[in-house]
């Protein structure tokens, strides 16, 4: 047999989709397991969103659409940006698709040459690198720690630039540090952008999940320059807690980069379910009130797991300020021997845990950033709980 695609046989298997994959048949398989792997919000999509997608099926809504979307779910964007960041898109430059996922690879699929380099923050959400390769582009990842509390500075950025950058990827709220930049520090980052003719692929899926009052500014609010620049990639999954159904999006500063995305999507994807779209346009549209109960929730729950967590030996981490993932430092754990396994990197972290505390948590090995782990907190304080007690038994196996 012929050998396959070089660009796609490269390419690794997500390992958020692996360890739920796993931890989803340890539990069909009867093993009492808790998850904290996939960052996928434990509670059912909110009724009028659900009501508006069977509405959608019986009123005959099942025929192909345009592939960039209806008109009605691109208008509910441009009206929902608006709404949520001041940022006036026209709905024409805005192309929905399957999860912010084919947003962000169809994305990188007309923004890259072969060689080009995209700038990439770590640590940073598995599928970022993975997908700029498959778009035959370079993932430059530009290293930070808990000491810069895992934010690149506009310095440090402008060191990165060379003559083969052709874009930014800029997920604020961050998966997985849950780390927020400030009006003030996009700025800086955007600055050099403009200077440098960057795209900025701005990944904002996190940006209703702030906590402590923090004020979240999108980053194509910082002026026309900086906009017409920007591929703002958002979508339903996380914040109407819709991930089953596939909805994103992606507002494009620039016409050409929409056309052009559109014009990919419809020989790729096409137009996503279209009883999807009339859903996803009634949660853009409708009353957001579940958005912040959804959210208060969501900082309790974070609340408790930091400060379990900072009260045990052996483990720390940081506060984060939005999204719903905890970084935890295992440094220390380095060496020791734990659940009968010799524990040399979060990898093996996250498999002594899985198999003798019966937890899954995401190694950040495949995040760019070694000696930390990845919790969840968008499952069930009662999950959070248990999972709690048996880090600290596994603490102590
Ligand atoms: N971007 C980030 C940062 C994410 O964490 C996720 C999680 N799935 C996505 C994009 C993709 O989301 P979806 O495809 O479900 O819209
Ligand atoms: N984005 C979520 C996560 O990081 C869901 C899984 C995925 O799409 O990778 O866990």
């Known amino acids: 047999m012929k050998e396959l695609s070089k660009i796609y046989s490269a390419v690794a298997p997500s390992a958020t989709m692996a360890v739920d994959a796993k931890y989803k ?50 208008q509910a964007v441009a009206y929902r940006i608006k709404e949520d960041t001041g940022v006036d898109f026209d709905w024409t430059n805005i192309v929905v698709s399957s999860g912010a996922k084919a947003c962000l690879y169809t994305a990188f699929t007309v923004l890259l040459n072969p060689g080009d380099e995209v700038i990439i923050p770590a640590p940073y959400w598995v599928s970022f690198t993975e997908q700029i390769k498959m778009a035959g582009g370079v993932p430059v990842v530009l290293e930070t720690g808990e000491e810069q509390r895992f934010k690149i500075t506009a310095e440090q950025l402008a060191a990165a630039v060379t003559e083969k950058t052709k874009a930014i990827v800029l997920n604020n709220p961050s998966n997985p540090t849950g780390m927020i930049y400030g009006r003030e520090e996009l700025a800086a980052i955007a600055d050099v952008c403009v200077k440098n003719d960057l795209y900025i692929v701005a990944d904002e899926i996190y940006c209703k999940l702030v906590y402590d009052g923090f004020e979240f500014t999108s980053v194509a609010s910082l002026g026309e320059e900086v906009k017409k620049r920007c591929i703002l990639i958002n979508g339903a999954s996380k914040s109407y807690a819709m991930t089953g159904w596939r909805c994103g999006y992606a507002a494009c500063g620039d016409k050409k980069v929409a056309r052009t995305m559109a014009n990919v999507l419809s020989h790729s994807i096409g137009g996503i379910g279209t009883m999807n779209q009339a859903a996803m346009t009634a949660a853009l549209r409708g009353p957001q009130d579940s958005v912040e109960a959804m959210r208060k929730v969501f900082e309790e729950r974070r609340n408790y797991m930091v400060s379990r967590m900072n009260a045990m030996d052996g483990v720390s981490c940081l506060m984060p300020n939005g999204a719903f993932y905890v970084m935890m430092n295992i440094s220390r754990l380095i060496g020791r021997t734990l659940g009968g396994r010799v524990i040399n990197s979060a990898d093996d972290f996250a498999m002594a845990f899985l198999e003798s505390g019966l937890v899954a948590v995401v190694s950040c090995d495949s995040f760019g950033i070694s000696n930390f782990i990845r919790w969840t907190y968008a499952s069930s304080m009662e999950s959070i709980k248990e999972g709690m007690d048996r880090l600290e038994k596994f603490l102590q196996s």
């Open 25 to 74: 048949q340890m539990k069909a398989d009867g093993l009492p397991v808790v998850g904290f792997g996939a960052g996928e919000p434990d509670f059912d999509t909110p009724d009028y969103i659900k009501a508006a997608g069977i509405a959608a099926i019986e009123n005959g809504q099942t025929k192909y659409t345009p592939a960039a979307g209806t008109n009605a779910v691109r």
